[in-house]
T-cell receptor, first 111, second 117 residues
Framework: GQQLNQSPQSMFIQEGEDVSMNCTSSSIFNTWLWYKQDPGEGPVLLIALYKAGELTSNGRLTAQFGITRKDSFLNISASIPSDVGIYFCAGQLGTGNQFYFGTGTSLTVIP | DTEVTQTPKHLVMGMTNKKSLKCEQHMGHRAMYWYKQKAKKPPELMFVYSYEKLSINESVPSRFSPECPNSSLLNLHLHALQPEDSALYLC????????????????FGEGSWLTVV
């Protein structure tokens, strides 16, 4: 499988702070997806990006598809306690149905 | 709410047992996936079915046997598993593509927790 490096590995922030995380790869991806996973649950789709340079928002979340197509960024503004969880990026490799996941960012929000 | 349904939610099996995990989607998606996820690790791609044909096998041991009876159903047959196979098994689906178009997004079920004893 493909290696997608996600950073930071974990974050501990105060409620109300903004959060930034990114995902990088040595390969070119055609789609970037961002998911949140709560303990014992499947990943839930947050944002989907389909074109290089694309910037997409979903409420307090904003994500960007890097120009080089080898990276993507996710920002969360004004964090709240329910933002706690593990965030994964995922990239679609080539034109086939191959989606690979980043290593994950564990987010803890301190009230 | 996810529109990918997985059963059972929890499964405990012995190393000599034969069991199956089941997955169903009714979104009209033509690609379906099995992922394996260990604790605090990202999901790892196992198999991909595109238009009901196995298109990707990520060098998965033969004790895992996928089956796609139709475009809505995906099974994972388990036989002679090892304790290290204990994990969360995630099923997913996406629109599926034959050529490069935008909009291929993958949606997950809630997973089946497998424990091998």
């Amino acid at each position: 499988g493909q290696q997608l490096n996600q950073s930071p590995q974990s974050m501990f922030i105060q409620e109300g702070e903004d959060v930034s995380m990114n995902c990088t790869s040595s390969s070119i991806f055609n789609t970037w997806l961002w998911y949140k996973q709560d303990p014992g649950e499947g990943p839930v789709l947050l944002i989907a990006l389909y074109k290089a340079g694309e910037l997409t928002s979903n409420g307090r979340l904003t994500a960007q598809f890097g120009i080089t197509r080898k990276d993507s960024f996710l920002n969360i503004s004004a964090s709240i306690p329910s933002d706690v969880g593990i965030y994964f990026c995922a990239g679609q490799l080539g034109t086939g149905n191959q989606f690979y996941f980043g290593t994950g960012t564990s987010l803890t929000v301190i009230p | 709410d996810t529109e990918v349904t997985q059963t059972p939610k929890h499964l405990v099996m012995g190393m000599t047992n034969k069991k199956s995990l089941k997955c169903e989607q009714h979104m009209g998606h033509r690609a379906m996936y099995w992922y394996k996820q260990k604790a605090k690790k990202p999901p790892e791609l196992m198999f991909v079915y595109s238009y009901e044909k196995l298109s990707i096998n990520e060098s998965v041991p033969s004790r895992f046997s996928p089956e796609c009876p139709n475009s809505s159903l995906l099974n994972l047959h388990l036989h002679a598993l090892q304790p290290e196979d204990s994990a969360l098994y995630l099923c997913a689906s996406s629109q599926g593509i034959l050529r490069r178009i935008s909009g291929n997004t993958i949606y997950f079920g809630e997973g089946s927790w497998l424990t091998v004893v």
